[in-house]
């Protein structure tokens, strides 16, 4: 089996050392060469077509994220780093990275990741599919106020701006000016449209029928 070609990226030359020798102890791998920055690791890959990038993201000069957006379509990119906050994990996959991979990994849980990638899978650590999940279970953050919402649900009831006016204790022209925002808010042109849109984000809710 032809082994797995490497180009590993890290500013720490320990960190590059202990991955050389990882890989090149590994006969399914192959360390074609080694990169402090992203600038150069842009050059070496261009170079030395890898079938695999390990990538650093925080480093001096031309960070990984840059050079991952660089080298994007491409070579495979691997972010392999001691950060899984939304700010850093977001921003690589969107890049263009392939996987999202710790430094506390264990042997075996890099090695799987780099054949992955070489195959072009995507590949997380643990924490990185936890997170991604939690951010995508969360509703996205209501576009309105919550005195905008409470202006709605009175439209939606039927009230026109001088009954809710009076029922919130509010001019009409704030009660106006709140029916502008709303439309904006929501790329609508009417009262009609503004319900709908609402109901349709789950900004608003049906009501159940009264019965008496």
């Known amino acids: 089996m032809t082994p797995i070609r490497l180009l590993i990226v890290d500013d720490h ?19 074609l060469g080694e990169a402090a920055d992203g600038a150069e690791a842009v050059r070496l890959a261009r170079a030395l077509r890898p079938d695999v990038v390990l990538m650093d ?19 495979r990119v691997l972010v392999l780093t001691t950060y899984d906050t939304d700010h850093h994990v977001l921003p690589a996959i969107e890049a263009g990275a392939v996987g999202y991979l710790l430094k506390d990994a264990s042997r075996e849980d890099l090695t799987r990741a780099v054949r992955a990638a070489a195959r072009g899978e995507a590949v997380l650590a643990p924490s990185v599919t936890a997170r991604l999940m939690d951010r995508v279970r969360k509703p996205p953050p209501s576009p309105l106020s919550a005195r905008e919402i409470e202006v709605l649900a009175l439209v939606a009831a039927g009230a026109t701006n001088r009954e809710i006016a009076a029922q919130l204790f509010l001019t009409e022209a704030t009660v106006k000016s709140h029916t502008l925002n709303i439309y904006t808010k929501l790329g609508v042109n009417d009262r009609a449209a503004a319900v709908t849109e609402a109901f349709h984000r789950g900004l608003l809710t049906p009501r159940p029928p009264d019965f008496g």
């Open 57 to 75: 993201l925080r480093m001096p000069g031309t960070d990984g994220l840059t050079a991952t957006r660089e080298l994007a379509g491409e070579v």
């Open 13 to 31: 030359p320990i960190v590059r050392d202990g991955l050389v020798s990882l890989f090149d102890g590994d006969p399914g791998f192959t360390v």
